[in-house]
């Protein structure tokens, strides 16, 4: 499995792998190994809600412990890697992801997306997925990426929140 295949899936289906909105902070913890928590939650305690835990670059949301909301964090022009049991091989692949290579993987798998206008605005563009409700949010460069196409949209973020 490669990065946009896990983009691609998460996009079309809402889930990461066998993570999902709603499951239990514990079986995530089962799966993935004890997260890094938000400081937030370090500070006030493990019942704070709406903060993440991460794992590289993995960030799930925790309310009233469970999960309420999955994050991909992507930095253009670096690596990503994410744990095991999401992305098997425990390899770190290209973070470079421009927006028209996630649409057409998107069209490819038949995964119906539109423009989401609410965080379409400035240098900054977004779409969602229908019917899993997945948001991608994509940008222009910054001038710390190391990218090539510096005039085109990145991804940076693909996250979905529990309803």
Not at 44 to 69: F, N
Not at 95 to 122: K, P, Q, Y
């Amino acid at each position: 499995m490669t990065l946009m295949d896990l983009l691609v899936d998460f996009a079309s289906t809402g889930q990461v792998g066998p993570l999902h909105c709603g499951m239990p902070l514990a079986g995530a913890e089962d799966l993935l190994g004890p997260g890094r928590p938000h400081p937030a939650i370090r500070l006030l305690g493990p019942d704070t809600d709406g903060y993440p835990y991460s794992w590289d670059a993995l960030d799930l949301v925790i309310t009233e412990r469970h999960v309420s909301g999955i994050w991909i964090r992507l930095w253009p022009g670096s690596t990503v890697k994410l744990p095991p049991p999401v992305l098997p091989g425990a390899q770190s692949y290209s973070a470079t992801v421009l927006r028209e290579e996630l649409i057409a993987a998107l069209d490819i798998a038949g995964c119906r997306h539109e423009i989401n206008s609410v965080l379409t605005f400035g240098e900054q563009s977004s779409l969602r997925t229908v019917p899993a409700d997945v948001r991608a949010v994509f940008s222009l460069p910054g001038r710390n990426n190391d990218v090539p196409h510096r005039d085109r949209y990145h991804l940076d973020v693909l996250h979905k929140r529990a309803v």
